[in-house]
């Protein structure tokens, strides 16, 4: 598919266009389908093309968008949590655990003012790629993540190219959306967890949760306020007009954690957001000789000074291999 085609395809799915701008333009998404046509290509050069782990259990699912969507949703997290072996709470470097299922994870700069938040698209060439706005918070960015692995796992035939934006009853009345939202509040907050957690802490079911509740949810699984919200009305713990109560309460909320993640390998930073793992990719073309410096400067979107210094980041196996190296899997020093 070209890029235009694509281009096309996700302005179309762009679904917070039915509320005023900006919006992502055209251009941007030119430039997004072109980064991972680029990483693409480095999968090709070192492994003869994409690797994608489709999910057994999804593709076991009825997923009828007839259905009862949310509970699709709700079940598919239950399975996936179960297929990655994962413990109770929260799940640490969800970004790497997706790419590792062979989705492109892909970071970029949105415009100021827009109200999407990431997009999913997916070709036979590409595989499934996922954007997402690099300024968004750790807590946003691991939800968007998961809304848009949900539309990876559940929106396949066909698949679906998609832009969203940050959950709202208007998005919602769409049952793909809501499929991927109810996944990802169950991934990131799996209703098992969630009644561990409130008979731990001694909470009544029926009991209207308190501020300080939230909080606690907020923290220890990793996500932000609102996601808690969406979690509480999702399973019924709590209703709108229980949700504003707690809004306009004296003193509101209570302020959220600060969940920053520092696990980035400073190391390899770019003047532009690029994934670790494409970085690894570019090295390993490097190191293999299938490009040379300039083709690697290209690669990284930065100049030759700049790649040079990212790329002498790693150890090759022969003498001399900071400039060129046989090796395909380079290590960092």
Not at 215 to 232: H, P, S, T
Request: net charge negative.
């Amino acid at each position: 598919m070209t890029h235009e085609a694509f281009v096309e395809l996700l302005l179309a799915g762009d679904r917070t266009r039915t509320e005023p701008g900006p919006h992502l333009t055209a251009e941007f998404l030119r430039t997004t389908t072109g980064f991972a046509t680029k990483y693409a290509k480095l999968e090709k050069l070192l492994f003869g093309g994409t690797r994608v782990a489709y999910s057994p259990t999804a593709l076991g699912m009825n997923l009828s968008i007839t259905g009862d969507v949310a509970a699709q949703g709700e079940d598919l997290a239950v399975a996936e949590r179960a297929r990655f072996d994962l413990a109770p709470g929260p799940i640490l470097d969800i970004d790497r655990l997706i790419e590792d299922q062979g989705v492109k994870v892909i970071p970029r700069v949105f415009p100021a003012g827009v109200r999407a938040r990431a997009g999913f698209f997916f070709d036979s060439d590409l595989g499934p790629c996922i954007f997402y706005d690099v300024a968004a918070s750790t807590a946003q960015r691991d939800y968007a993540l998961a809304h848009e692995y949900g539309h990876f796992l559940a929106d396949y035939d066909p698949y679906m190219h998609t832009i969203c934006g940050d959950p709202s009853p208007a998005s919602l009345d769409d049952p793909r959306e809501l499929r991927a939202h109810q996944f990802a509040l169950a991934f990131l907050m799996p209703h098992a967890d969630m009644n561990l957690y409130r008979r731990a802490l001694d909470e009544e079911p029926g009991t209207v949760p308190t501020r300080k509740f939230v909080q606690q949810l907020q923290v220890y699984f990793g996500v932000d306020n609102a996601i808690v919200l969406w979690r509480l009305l999702s399973l019924g713990w709590i209703d709108p007009a229980g949700v504003e109560m707690l809004l306009l309460a004296p003193g509101g909320l209570l302020p959220e954690i600060d969940l920053e993640q520092t696990d980035r390998d400073e190391r390899l930073d770019l003047q532009r957001p690029i994934p670790e793992r494409y970085i690894h990719l570019v090295a390993g073309a490097f190191g293999k000789g299938h490009i040379e410096l300039p083709e690697a400067a290209d690669f990284l979107e930065t100049d030759v000074e700049e790649a040079s210094r990212v790329l002498l980041q790693f150890k090759y196996e022969h003498p001399g291999a900071e400039k060129k190296s046989e090796t395909p899997r380079p290590s960092l020093n």
